[in-house]
């Protein structure tokens, strides 16, 4: 569980840090799964995920992303429920039930792997609200300055849905020192092989191109609590795997629950 400080961490910059989650042999076992499902894209005799595709749209400097990695992989099936990181998320969110929204690789290559620009994820969710949920970033690489470690602006969470603000931005390196009445800080956050980082939907953030010789793969979780409900006028991609109606709370098969309060 997090600690005291750690939790408050969270409320005060939108994010931290929740240490080693992962052991190598484990983290070997994911790397290896990863390449697999890459490699078995479109194979009609396997499990496939919902998505599987270049990110930045730059073949260049592309960052994959492949959702739902979990109804692919039984090891990342396993990683979804993983005991430490679902109390976490639980712990964060003040959730009596937690289920899963979606996960997404992100997979920057060595020396070719591209920027994802700044944004904030729950504006990218316009099917789920409230914009309240929390997503476990689990790292597959040491990633740090190098090979395109994650930046937050802390505190950012607390400012309401501002993608229309985030997408004027012409450039990754474009923030300004402020916004409104907040002063705006990037932070870089590296994050160790095995560790997982939890941050807010809301909290700004992005990641700047990896130019190491060095691959960055991660997986992001994203995770909803009992309140979540479904919003049928939003697109997205899992749209289509949604089995409830308007305004009900969110449920089936592609989102399991993977904690339950005893």
Same mark, same amino acid.
């Given at each position: ?172 390196? /474009? ?8 002063? !705006? @800080? #990037?932070?870089?956050?590296? +994050?160790?092989? $095995? ?36 919003? /049928? ?8 795997? !949604? @089995? #409830?109606?308007?305004?009900? +709370?969110?449920? $089936? ?10």
């Amino acid at each position: 569980m997090l600690s005291e400080e750690q939790v408050a961490a969270f409320k005060r910059d939108g994010y931290v840090n929740g240490g080693a989650a992962l052991d190598d042999d484990e983290v070997e076992t994911l790397r290896a799964e990863l390449a697999r499902v890459i490699e078995d894209d479109g194979k009609d005799d396997v499990k496939q995920p919902v998505l599987l595709r270049n990110l930045s749209k730059d073949e260049d400097h592309p960052v994959w992303q492949i959702v739902n990695i979990w109804e692919a992989s039984e090891a990342f099936g396993k990683l979804i429920r993983h005991e430490k990181i679902v109390e976490e998320i639980a712990q964060l969110t003040g959730a009596d039930k937690l289920k899963v929204w979606h996960d997404q690789i992100q997979y920057k290559p060595a020396e070719t792997g591209g920027v994802n620009m700044w944004h904030q994820d729950a504006p990218l969710w316009p099917i789920i609200l409230p914009m309240t949920e929390v997503s476990a970033w689990v790292a597959l690489d040491d990633v740090d300055e190098g090979n395109g470690c994650m930046s937050m602006v802390p505190g950012s969470h607390q400012w309401g849905n501002q993608m229309g603000f985030i997408r004027e931005l012409d450039f990754y390196e /474009a923030m300004p020192d402020s916004f409104e009445d907040n002063a !705006v @800080e #990037v932070i870089r956050r590296p +994050v160790r092989k $095995g560790e997982v980082h939890y941050h807010h939907a809301l909290t700004w953030h992005g990641s700047h191109a990896n130019t190491s010789n060095r691959p960055r793969r991660a997986i992001a979780i994203h995770y909803m609590t009992h309140e979540t409900k479904f919003v /049928a006028s939003g697109e997205h991609v899992m749209k289509p795997f !949604v @089995e #409830v109606g308007d305004g009900e +709370v969110m449920q $089936g098969d592609h989102f399991p629950e993977v904690f339950s309060k005893a």
